[in-house]
């Protein structure tokens, strides 16, 4: 009921939370609305939250085949099967670039060479 004694039906489209289970009243989380709910039909639209799961499981899967190298990512361009392989390639490149300039800094360090 309204704040003039009219019965509001709430949208079955979305999804609403039960207030009271003695009392049946529910309120719509969009709106704001509190109304009356038919106590045979309490129906509850949960495609937003699978929708939002199903993206989730495939973020899951996506990271899950990360771990093989010859695997493409989930966005990606086509044919770009082993990228995880030539990204771990040139990761490597680059920390063994840095190890080796961090270590020829401290022998020159060591042996005192002037510059």
Do not use: C, W
Request: aromatic residues 8%.
């Amino acid at each position: 009921m309204n704040l003039h004694g009219q019965a509001i039906r709430l949208r079955s489209i979305e999804m609403y939370a039960i207030i009271d289970e003695d009392v049946p009243a529910a309120i719509d989380p969009y709106s704001g609305t509190v109304a009356e709910m038919a106590s045979e039909k309490v129906a509850v639209n949960l495609a937003p939250v699978m929708d939002k799961i199903d993206r989730l499981e495939d973020i899951a899967n996506d990271l899950f085949r990360s771990l093989d190298p010859m695997t493409a990512p989930l966005v990606s361009y086509p044919n770009r099967e082993g990228i995880y392989l030539n990204l771990g390639r040139f990761t490597n490149f680059i920390y063994g670039f840095m190890a080796g300039l961090l270590i020829a800094i401290f022998i020159i360090l060591a042996l005192g060479v002037n510059l």
